[in-house]
């Protein structure tokens, strides 16, 4: 930092470091010189920031995040009728349930012997819906059956998305 301004106040005065030093170095303390101006009603401003001034950090206590840890802070909102909202048991954990599609379309392509069940390709595979899950089907096994990309994109239900109206 005092490098940093010593250099600005020299190009900003066309002045060498020892002529800088004589024009803005004040005693600020007995024991203490810095760089420093005087203002309009005679005060000294200084332009350098103390270093050997103390500053206190206030840490952050550090809190159990409920939502990591629900042992630490269960946290039940309840209606004006003291009936939970919440279930606590059935809360979200962070993880998704694509595992045990990707468990179920594994065990369809093993089924399915890695090959299209309509032209028996073995390129590009997909696990196909027979009755659509918008339509009340399931990942059931039964409800699957592996067919390559073209085959699939023939089917009705292709690329067809849950309405949301």
């Known amino acids: 930092m005092k490098a940093r301004l010593v250099g600005w106040l020299e190009d900003k005065h066309g002045l ?11 005693q600020q303390t007995p024991n203490r010189k810095n760089y420093g101006v005087k203002d309009a009603e005679g ?15 206030y840490r952050a206590s550090k ?25 606590v048991d059935a809360a979200w954990t962070g993880q998704t349930n694509q595992n045990a599609w990707y468990e179920v379309r594994l065990k369809v392509l093993e089924r399915d012997e890695y ?5 028996g390709s073995k390129d590009a595979l997909d696990v196909h819906h027979i009755r659509a899950r918008r339509d009340g089907g399931s990942d059931d096994p039964d409800n699957l059956m592996t067919l390559c990309r073209t085959c699939h994109m023939k089917t009705n239900s292709f690329g067809q998305r849950k309405s949301t109206s």
């Open 43 to 57: 005060g000294i401003v200084y332009l350098f920031k103390m270093t050997d001034v103390h500053l206190t950090r």
């Open 63 to 87: 809190r159990s995040n409920p939502y990591i840890d629900p042992e630490q802070h269960q946290t039940q909102i309840t209606s004006n009728s003291d009936t939970a909202l919440i279930n």
């Open 16 to 26: 060498g470091y020892r002529q800088i030093q004589a024009i803005y170095e004040l």
């Open 115 to 119: 090959q299209c069940r309509q032209c």
